[in-house]
């Protein structure tokens, strides 16, 4: 405690007790322990929100080209995606794109990839592209029904993934 020494109240204490200080430490203590991993959640959200983007944009590419030439395999190279989160976006498997994450992102993303499957709705695999390419001319063109059907699978706990990703669906 501190006396004031002159004045109207002098000879009063002022101040916080050690016991005060120690209670509004506790519940400061109290508030960061559920807030930092609150916090930590959010940040990978964002970081996984971003790769999801990144996707996006390739996945209307591929959305494009099937619409236009009836082709129902990934043909189309990806554009470069610049982020510090992100270390690269990809195709594989001719049917798949995929987000990987860096090692500057949160670290239950590290290392880890948010890939995006495409179901056609009348799959030719990469092999059977050149009967494919053969039969383009003759083939009508893609029906507003014959829509690719995205699917979403990660390695992610399901905390960090957006709602598309938890019910598996475009």
Partial sequence: MIFRKCGKHAGKAYGFSVLELVIVLTILGVFAAVAIPVYQIYVARAQVNEALTAL???????????AETSRDYIDIQPEAFNSRFI???R???????????SDEAAEPLRRKSLVFVAEYPNKVTPQAAAFSLMAAAEEPPVSPQDKIRWTCESELDDVYLPSVCKSGQR
């Fill in 56 to 66: 996006a944009v390739l996945r209307r590419q591929v959305d494009q080209n099937y």
């Fill in 87 to 89: 270390k690269g976006v």
């Fill in 91 to 101: 195709i594989q498997n001719g049917n798949s794109i995929a987000a990987e994450f």
